[in-house]
């Protein structure tokens, strides 16, 4: 997202829009007037959730207030959506469905969980809150990536849709998913039976904010938005021994330090150039003691790809270079290096459907202005929005959202001194205007997709 974006300008070419300019304004315009009218409680409900933070998988006072205000709205609401692997965590998953008459199934996604960050904003509503992580320890809690920003437009727009419901038919299925942030409760969700206890959508949407676009923008990526995420273990066993006599061991510190260069070369010479991808060593653990050598050394590695078969290949790359360089250290077969691909700690890509993007984005350009919706680069950052659209079945999108202040962002961009990043304890985006767009923008791509001919048409005749 730090990346250089890219103003788009020729958007529209060769595609038929499916409204006149003239009609999407006067919707723009009228969706803008239902906006206004609830923007101050917008801000309170965003400034009261983000006091008011819950870690990943403890999102229950975050997903109570979700289904309370979905409720009362006329959603019909079923709350604790979510089966994780481990049957001890609670799915904290929410599951809104409101259905108008025949036609698409859209779903609309926030999460729900906020970060281990110790706020440091000095906003007057920022987060106080602390407690124990899933380890014991104390931590601050904060919503550090702006995923209070995320529900309150989700309940903006639920709203907003309420009123504008002579303008659309079908059923609209509004989530709100737990840990995004440990990656799981998407899959959590799905696995509780989300497209089979609820309608099955036919598009699939999100938006996650930005400290890269200016309040007021959207930012979006076609085809691939962000990587696939899979993280591996790796345990290089050595023979271990006096650090005075190496030639009596087979030395895990030495393997371990040839096999982390060498992975550094899948990226660089085991691929086309073309076809983005990231190996990181994050985490290597080994030894006591100065004159020890140890037994084994631990590593710890994120795997970043788009394509499922790139994956795939470094997968297997990192297995055959980590085992071949333990072979030539001489390591004897029955302690051949561990490398073990994590089950629960992968998440796919995040593809934006090229139509879909195409078609949303052609209706936000018209009613926020053609200079506001810019095509950004995507990115190696992972999400776990990716798991609704099942493999490329169900057509997904997420677009971003700019939260940051314009002239903020102008300077930050001229001096080179970045402002505050997602997951940072200075991160603060600004709340109303962010809001405005996030509704609008959201209201406006449901409209897009389930606004039928029939509707547009009786929408267009009732103001004429
Ligand atoms: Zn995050
Ligand atoms: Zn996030």
Redo the contacts with the bound molecule.
């Keep these: 997202m730090r990346a250089r974006i890219v103003v788009l300008t020729l958007v529209a070419c060769g595609l038929a829009p499916s409204l006149l300019p003239a009609q999407q304004t006067g919707l723009g315009n009228h969706v803008d007037g239902l906006v206004n009218r609830q923007i101050d409680s917008l801000v309170a409900t965003y400034k009261n959730l983000h006091s008011n933070p819950e870690l990943s998988g403890h999102e229950e006072k975050t997903s109570a207030f979700v289904a309370n205000q979905l409720q009362s709205l006329g959603y019909s609401v079923t709350e604790r959506v979510g089966k994780y692997s481990r049957p001890e965590w609670v799915g904290y998953g929410v599951v809104g469905v409101l259905k108008n008459g025949s036609g698409p199934t859209v779903l609309v996604r926030t999460e729900l969980d906020a970060l281990p960050v110790e706020e440091k904003t000095g906003l007057p509503y920022a987060s106080k809150v602390r407690t124990k992580d899933d380890s014991g320890q104390d931590v601050g809690v904060m919503h550090a990536?702006g995923h209070d920003v995320h529900i309150t437009s989700l309940l903006g727009t639920a709203k907003t849709l309420v009123e504008l419901k002579d303008r659309w038919h079908g059923t609209l299925l509004l989530i709100g998913q737990p840990a995004e942030?440990a990656i799981g409760g998407a899959k959590a969700m799905l696995d509780d039976g989300l497209y089979t206890r609820f309608p099955r959508p036919d598009y699939a949407l999100a938006l996650h904010d930005s400290n890269d676009l200016e309040a007021g923008k959207v930012g979006y990526s076609s085809g691939y938005a962000l990587a696939s995420s899979t993280s591996v273990d790796i345990i290089i066993r050595g023979i271990g021994g006096h650090g005075s006599r190496p030639e009596s061991t087979k030395d895990p510190i030495v393997v371990a330090a040839q096999v982390i260069l060498a992975l550094q070369t899948i990226v660089s010479r085991e691929k086309p150039a073309q076809d983005p991808a990231v190996v990181t060593v994050g985490s290597i653990h080994g030894g006591t003691k100065h004159n020890i050598i140890p037994d084994e050394v631990r590593l710890q590695l994120t795997v970043r790809a788009y394509q499922e078969e790139t994956r795939q290949k470094i997968l297997a790359s990192i297995d055959r270079i980590t085992k071949g360089i333990a072979a030539a250290a001489g390591i004897p077969e029955d302690r051949a290096p561990i490398v073990k691909v994590s089950a629960t700690e992968y998440t796919p890509a995040t593809y934006n459907n090229p139509e879909l993007t195409r078609r949303v984005m052609d209706s936000l350009e018209k009613a926020l202005g053609a200079a506001n919706v810019v095509e950004v680069p995507p990115i190696m950052a992972s999400e776990d929005f990716g798991n609704f659209g099942l493999s490329g079945q169900i057509p997904t999108l997420i677009f971003w959202l700019g939260a940051v202040d314009a002239a903020a962002l102008a300077k930050s961009k001229q001096t080179g001194v970045p402002l505050p990043s997602?997951?940072s304890s200075l991160f603060a985006p600004l709340p109303e205007p962010t809001l405005r767009t996030g509704v609008k923008a959201m209201t406006v791509a449901v409209l897009e997709l389930m606004g039928g001919k029939a509707s547009r048409q009786s929408a267009v005749g009732s103001r004429q």
């Design positions: 990536c942030e997602l997951h």
